[in-house]
């Protein structure tokens, strides 16, 4: 809890900083409109407090959160910026925790399997593997992956989301998922491999227990704490949406939002969405320290 | 026929630098219920001779020679056969008591699933076992130690608990490396005796590995002196003890501390070092550090049985 308390004054800085960085870049959310009269522009840009001194913005801004109010978007009128990600954030989600489970299940036994094989063919063909998955980016999987399953073979959509449609979940989730997975397979390689060096895996050894009793029961606690360090921001960024594969398949998540906001220098939208995905981190990080606590007993103690 | 016979046991290592020959045609044996005390000074390959009966050797390791364990050849086992030996006849307790428990498991847990494993108990049958074994190695308020994690004991307390943990499914070898070397000086007096009570009342054999000699006069009737992989002497402990015949074994008993030497006086160690083990010398491995050596000490010296049951590989008698 003290944790969750002492991150308030990051989150502050975090929110004031992309607040003013958003301001200073060139440019502004009504630039497209070029005809726009002068005294229509005055107009909106009264509305939407455009006009009054940054340090009066700002403040304005943060008294508006202090009371859980992220503004009104400027490209969707109409609309809060707390509705728009209420809307993008469960598509964002979805997506995003099946990827990360897929991460874990398919990277972490990839990962106990190579270290059980350590330097032998087997090991090497997964590692091999992994390097390539980590070094191909999402954005040339994914439309590798259309041109394959969607283009040549017609066995899925290629893009679009409508409710409910599991089929179109496959690809981006897959396309997710890889990085994720050659990136976890590794991790826990490594960590897998370090714990079968250790006494008590030994003393687990020398007590008779079959090869999968002392994988799973003596090593496998310990082999996760890495990945549970490395999941904390990593599954706070996946479930808020992906903005690359969000874009390719035309997802309507919170990453695309984040894209365009930027783009049309909606600045509520933009910050709305950064303050969000600051939140989920401290968050995650807070889930992570406690399910350290559930598993290593000498935590939970102190 | 011993419990245990060790024959003409070579233990080598593939590095990168080279082979590494640990162990070099070693034989011993160790009868029922009998106590053996392996001694040599660090790296002669004690370790890895304990962990050849246990089949626990590294990758790296080629293992030559043969061991029988009640007549049954170990090294030609399957893993699944080696299994229902380690841990249920053939019990190892470990050097290093702070870590060889498993810090996320219980010491209940960790027990009782030795018994699941060899005597298919369930869980509760184990636990309840489990806390009568504790009591026998003298641990108080044992059901409540169950239910406790490794880092809540001292480090003689888990020792207490390792050597339980192997005497659950009574072993008829117990295997111990240097079970003492990583305790406080009275804490290692007190395993050293619960390793000798435990031993009369449950019959098992010992096979104690350390580098000080004074501990197997307390423990084992007989002990083997090794170097370089190699039996220097063995025989009655109190005979290799009283009249040393082999110039290595006098140069340990030398360097111990006398009992009532004060704690900072340094040992008198034997001079020089081991031999480095990728380039064994052909001849007697102890040679250049030998203060008897002459000339037939360049060839390998055979091992000959002596008056009093006293085994040695030494030209100088
Ligand atoms: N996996 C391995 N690869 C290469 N060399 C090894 C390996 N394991 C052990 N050795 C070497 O084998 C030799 C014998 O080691 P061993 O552990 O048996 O010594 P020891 O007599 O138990 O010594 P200590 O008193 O220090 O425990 C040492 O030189 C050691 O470095
Ligand atoms: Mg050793």
């Given at each position: 809890?003290?944790?969750?308390l002492?991150?308030?004054?990051?989150?502050?800085?975090?929110?004031?900083l992309?607040?003013?960085?958003?301001?200073?870049?060139?440019?502004?959310?009504?630039?497209k409109?070029?005809?726009?009269?002068?005294?229509?522009?005055?107009?909106?840009?009264?509305?939407?407090?455009?006009?009054?001194?940054?340090?009066?913005?700002?403040?304005?801004?943060?008294?508006?959160?202090?009371?859980?109010?992220?503004?009104?978007?400027?490209?969707?009128?109409?609309?809060?910026v707390?509705?728009?990600?209420?809307?993008?954030?469960?598509?964002?989600?979805?997506?995003?925790?099946l990827?990360?489970?897929?991460?874990?299940?398919?990277?972490?036994?990839?990962?106990?399997?190579?270290?059980?094989?350590?330097?032998?063919?087997?090991?090497?063909?997964?590692?091999?593997?992994?390097?390539?998955?980590?070094?191909l980016?999402?954005?040339?999987?994914?439309?590798?992956?259309i041109?394959?399953?969607?283009?040549?073979?017609?066995?899925?959509?290629?893009?679009?989301?409508?409710?409910?449609?599991?089929?179109?979940?496959?690809?981006?989730?897959?396309?997710?998922?890889?990085?994720?997975?050659?990136?976890?397979?590794?991790?826990?390689?490594?960590?897998?491999?370090?714990?079968l060096r250790?006494?008590?895996?030994?003393?687990?050894?020398?007590?008779?227990?079959?090869?999968?009793?002392?994988?799973?029961r003596?090593?496998?606690?310990?082999?996760?704490?890495?990945?549970?360090?490395?999941?904390g921001?990593?599954?706070?960024?996946v479930?808020?949406?992906?903005?690359?594969?969000?874009?390719?398949?035309?997802?309507?998540?919170?990453?695309?939002?984040?894209?365009?906001?930027?783009?049309?220098?909606?600045?509520?939208?933009v910050?709305g969405?950064?303050?969000?995905?600051?939140l989920?981190?401290?968050?995650?990080?807070?889930?992570?320290?406690?399910?350290?606590?559930?598993?290593?007993?000498?935590?939970?103690?102190? | 026929?011993?419990?245990?016979?060790?024959?003409?046991?070579?233990?080598?290592?593939?590095t990168?630098?080279?082979?590494?020959?640990?162990?070099?045609?070693?034989?011993?044996?160790?009868?029922?219920?009998?106590?053996?005390?392996?001694?040599?000074?660090?790296?002669?390959?004690?370790?890895?001779?304990?962990?050849?009966?246990?089949?626990?050797?590294?990758?790296?390791?080629?293992?030559?020679?043969?061991?029988?364990?009640?007549?049954?050849?170990?090294?030609?086992?399957?893993?699944?056969?080696?299994?229902?030996?380690?841990?249920?006849?053939?019990?190892?307790?470990?050097?290093d008591?702070?870590?060889?428990?498993?810090?996320?498991?219980?010491?209940?847990?960790?027990?009782?699933?030795?018994?699941?494993?060899?005597?298919?108990?369930?869980?509760?049958?184990?636990?309840?076992?489990?806390?009568?074994?504790?009591?026998?190695?003298?641990i108080?308020?044992?059901?409540?130690?169950?239910?406790?994690?490794?880092?809540?004991?001292?480090?003689?307390?888990?020792?207490?608990?390792?050597?339980?943990?192997?005497?659950?499914?009574?072993?008829?070898?117990?295997?111990?490396?240097?079970?003492?070397?990583?305790?406080d000086?009275?804490v290692?007096?007190?395993?050293?005796?619960?390793?000798?009570?435990?031993?009369?009342?449950?019959?098992?054999?010992?096979?104690?590995?350390?580098?000080?000699?004074?501990?197997?006069?307390?423990?084992?009737?007989?002990?083997?002196?090794?170097?370089?992989?190699?039996?220097?002497?063995?025989?009655?402990?109190?005979?290799l003890?009283?009249?040393?015949?082999?110039?290595?074994?006098?140069?340990?008993?030398?360097?111990?501390?006398?009992?009532?030497?004060?704690?900072?006086v340094?040992?008198?160690?034997?001079?020089?070092?081991?031999?480095?083990?990728?380039?064994?010398p052909?001849?007697?491995p102890?040679?250049?550090r030998c203060?008897?050596?002459f000339?037939?000490?360049?060839?390998?010296?055979?091992?000959?049985?002596?008056?009093?049951?006293?085994l040695?590989?030494?030209?100088?008698?």
């Amino acid at each position: 809890m003290r944790r969750l308390l002492a991150s308030i004054p990051t989150l502050l800085v975090l929110i004031t900083l992309a607040f003013f960085m958003m301001r200073i870049a060139p440019g502004g959310p009504f630039d497209k409109e070029r005809s726009l009269l002068p005294e229509i522009e005055a107009a909106i840009n009264a509305a939407y407090h455009l006009d009054e001194p940054l340090w009066q913005q700002y403040l304005r801004y943060m008294g508006g959160l202090a009371r859980g109010d992220l503004g009104p978007s400027f490209q969707y009128a109409g609309f809060s910026v707390t509705e728009l990600i209420a809307q993008g954030f469960p598509v964002s989600l979805t997506i995003g925790l099946l990827s990360m489970l897929l991460a874990l299940l398919v990277g972490g036994s990839a990962g106990i399997w190579a270290a059980m094989r350590q330097n032998r063919l087997g090991d090497w063909s997964v590692m091999t593997l992994s390097m390539a998955g980590i070094s191909l980016p999402s954005y040339v999987i994914a439309p590798l992956m259309i041109l394959l399953f969607a283009v040549t073979l017609h066995w899925l959509p290629a893009g679009g989301w409508e409710q409910g449609r599991y089929l179109d979940m496959l690809m981006p989730v897959l396309a997710l998922a890889l990085p994720q997975i050659a990136y976890i397979a590794r991790l826990m390689r490594g960590s897998m491999i370090e714990v079968l060096r250790s006494n008590f895996i030994r003393t687990a050894r020398a007590k008779g227990l079959p090869e999968r009793q002392v994988i799973l029961r003596h090593a496998l606690k310990p082999a996760m704490m890495p990945i549970l360090s490395f999941l904390g921001p990593t599954a706070a960024g996946v479930i808020t949406g992906s903005v690359v594969i969000e874009q390719i398949f035309g997802i309507p998540g919170l990453g695309r939002y984040f894209v365009q906001a930027a783009i049309n220098r909606d600045y509520t939208l933009v910050l709305g969405v950064v303050i969000f995905y600051g939140l989920l981190i401290v968050l995650f990080n807070f889930l992570v320290d406690l399910l350290y606590g559930a598993l290593d007993p000498r935590v939970r103690v102190e | 026929m011993a419990l245990l016979e060790v024959d003409n046991l070579e233990i080598s290592f593939r590095t990168p630098e080279g082979e590494l020959r640990a162990v070099n045609g070693l034989s011993l044996e160790v009868g029922a219920g009998e106590a053996l005390g392996v001694v040599g000074e660090s790296g002669s390959g004690k370790s890895q001779t304990a962990m050849a009966i246990m089949g626990l050797l590294a990758r790296n390791a080629t293992v030559r020679g043969r061991i029988r364990f009640d007549g049954q050849d170990l090294l030609g086992l399957k893993p699944a056969q080696m299994n229902r030996i380690r841990g249920a006849q053939i019990g190892m307790v470990f050097q290093d008591p702070m870590t060889s428990l498993n810090p996320y498991l219980t010491v209940g847990t960790q027990m009782a699933e030795v018994l699941v494993q060899h005597r298919g108990m369930n869980q509760v049958a184990g636990l309840a076992e489990s806390a009568r074994m504790l009591e026998a190695v003298r641990i108080p308020d044992a059901a409540r130690r169950l239910s406790q994690y490794p880092h809540e004991l001292s480090g003689g307390m888990r020792q207490r608990v390792m050597i339980a943990m192997t005497l659950l499914c009574r072993p008829r070898l117990l295997i111990a490396d240097e079970p003492t070397t990583a305790l406080d000086v009275t804490v290692q007096a007190q395993i050293l005796e619960l390793l000798g009570e435990l031993r009369r009342e449950f019959g098992v054999a010992v096979m104690l590995i350390t580098h000080d000699l004074g501990i197997v006069g307390e423990l084992c009737e007989r002990t083997l002196v090794m170097y370089a992989g190699q039996l220097m002497e063995s025989g009655p402990t109190a005979q290799l003890l009283s009249r040393p015949g082999h110039p290595y074994t006098r140069g340990l008993l030398d360097s111990r501390p006398a009992l009532d030497s004060p704690l900072d006086v340094p040992l008198a160690a034997i001079p020089g070092t081991p031999p480095d083990l990728l380039r064994l010398p052909p001849g007697c491995p102890f040679q250049p550090r030998c203060p008897q050596a002459f000339e037939a000490c360049s060839r390998r010296p055979a091992v000959v049985e002596r008056p009093g049951g006293v085994l040695r590989a030494c030209h100088a008698g």
